[in-house]
């Protein structure tokens, strides 16, 4: 059954392809990775980023004027300039950030429902498990709205969603599945063990087939992102003015390649 859990991990993952990763808002391509810890607000009148831990713990921009941990900061013209650019950065990123979200969750659905139709052999049965991944998906993706989608990153939106609508129902099927490898191995019917593992072999050709272009497209959106962190970053480093401590602003970390399993941490460095 190696084949069928590996079918099960790839249609799980893709939940989070592209942007995000639990516990920050993480671009992650093989050409760049970058994140932040803070949770990002982006309203009409404002961007704010905040964290509970670490200094400083609100961060507020809005047409070239600055605020953190609620007191003003003068800027020079060029900062001013910068700031105005950094906010329309992030105004630009997160619609795209909650538009590859959403295609994320729709692929990893899409998979999870082809192992339903390949495993699911009772009507009744299978009519009940799509119904439920239809209910979990949609909610899944009301979760994205009503957070990426009205501006408003948390820092643990995505683990929410992975052990709510997404780990639900990756442990649904994997219970369906386990009975039916488990029942097939204690009848002792090797025909029956045989026609399983065939299954799980189909579903794996089935889910590359079905996903292949799709998580390519996406993998390019994400890959579209990563020049708007990049400019982030490099604004950032630009900033004239400091902090009380004499460091830059830092509302993004680049984090190396090689460093992907790592949550990206903001550290405000003097440079």
């Given at each position: ?13 893709l ?22 810890d ?10 704010t ?6 200094t ?8 070239g004027?600055?605020?953190i ?14 700031l105005r650019e ?15 979200a ?11 429902t ?12 299978r ?34 969603l ?22 097939a ?9 045989a ?5 799980a ?14 998580a390519?497209?996406l993998?390019?959106?994400a890959?579209?992102?990563c ?5 982030l ?12 401590d ?9 984090q ?9 941490k ?6």
């Open positions: 059954m190696r084949t069928l859990i590996l079918s099960l991990a790839i249609a799980t993952g939940a989070l392809v592209g942007p995000v990763q639990a516990g920050a808002l993480h671009v992650n391509h093989e050409q760049c990775s970058f994140g932040t803070y949770d990002v607000l982006v309203k009409p009148a404002g961007i980023f905040e964290r509970q831990d670490g400083p713990g609100s961060v507020f921009m809005h047409d004027a600055l605020r941990d609620g007191r003003d900061v003068a800027v020079s013209g060029a900062d001013a300039s910068r950094y906010e329309s950065q992030v105004r630009t990123l997160l619609p795209e950030v909650a538009s590859i959403r295609e994320g969750v729709d692929i990893g659905f899409d998979a999870l082809t192992v339903v139709a390949s495993f699911a052999d009772d009507p009744t049965e009519s009940r498990l799509i119904t439920q991944l239809n209910d979990q998906h949609k909610q899944a993706l009301t979760k994205i709205d009503d957070g990426l989608g009205q501006g408003e990153w948390r820092q643990h939106s995505v683990e929410d992975m052990e709510n609508q997404v780990g639900d129902a990756v442990e649904s099927l994997v219970s369906t599945v386990t009975a039916k490898a488990v029942k191995a204690l009848s002792g019917d090797q025909s029956q063990v026609a399983l593992e065939a299954r072999d189909a579903l794996d050709k089935t889910i590359d087939k079905q996903v292949d272009a799709r390519d497209a993998s390019e959106r890959e579209a992102l020049p708007h962190m990049a400019r970053d490099q604004l950032q480093q630009q900033f004239e003015f400091r902090l009380k004499g460091s830059r602003l830092a509302l993004v970390d680049h190396p390649e090689h460093d992907n399993e790592a949550s990206a903001t550290k405000p460095q003097t440079r």
